[in-house]
Antibody, heavy 115, light 109 residues
């Protein structure tokens, strides 16, 4: 069974940093690209970042470019999102999702940016 | 990176069919056959319902179907059931980015 479990969310002050993790199981993690997608409270889905299976291709949404860094460790079956210079508008549930089709999603982890 | 355009809400009675549109541009929906549709119930993670425009993942009811014409993709749900009431999002590959629609709230009357 495919499972994606996010962790690392929490309350952080504006300008602060946070590192999210996504632990994958039930499939060959190294064979799949991965995404981070977020959803602000009461709002729609917003794609954040993409990383190919070998980390050779990485994309970011304009809203996070230069502040967020996506990475993965195929040996640990894990995906990461390093978030720096956080702003109030980054407050959201962050989901990791498998493949370009985003066919499996985790349950999400809440990031709250507030003073 | 502008969001795809979806109607804010649609409604239908049990047994009826509804269609949700998703309008993009020639740089996203119109250029790639990589439109996906997701269903999201309150407090839950999104669930993939359609990928590559018209393909259904294993386990998704054949009441759900997808199509595309030009820069507009569509999701049709036939034989509406109470459990179909949810938010629906379209999504398109756009080269070096991925775009979501604003979401459509489906109400089953």
């Amino acid at each position: 069974e495919v499972q994606l479990v996010e962790s690392g969310g929490g309350l952080v002050q504006p300008g602060g940093s946070l590192r999210l993790s996504c632990a994958a199981s039930g499939f060959t993690f190294s064979s799949y690209s991965m995404n981070w997608v977020r959803q602000a409270p009461g709002k729609g889905l917003e794609w954040v970042s993409y990383i190919s299976s070998s980390s050779s291709t990485i994309y970011y949404a304009d809203s996070v470019k230069g502040r967020f860094t996506i990475s993965r460790d195929n040996a640990k079956n894990s995906l990461y999102l390093q978030m720096n210079s956080l702003r109030a508008e980054d407050t959201a549930v962050y989901y990791c999702a498998r493949s370009v089709f985003q066919d499996y999603w985790g349950q999400g982890t809440l990031v709250t940016v507030s003073s | 990176q502008s969001a795809l355009t979806q109607p804010a809400s649609v409604s239908g009675s049990p047994g009826q069919s509804i269609t949700i549109s998703c309008t993009g541009t020639s740089s996203d929906v119109g250029s790639y056959n990589l439109v996906s549709w997701y269903q999201q119930h309150p407090g839950k993670a999104p669930k993939l319902m359609i990928y590559e425009g018209s393909k259904r993942p294993s386990g998704v009811s054949n009441r759900f179907s997808g199509s595309k014409s030009g820069n507009t993709a569509s999701l049709t749900i036939s034989g509406l059931q109470a459990e179909d009431e949810a938010d629906y999002y379209c999504c398109s590959y756009a080269g070096s980015s991925t775009l979501f629609g604003g979401g459509t709230k489906l109400t089953v009357l």
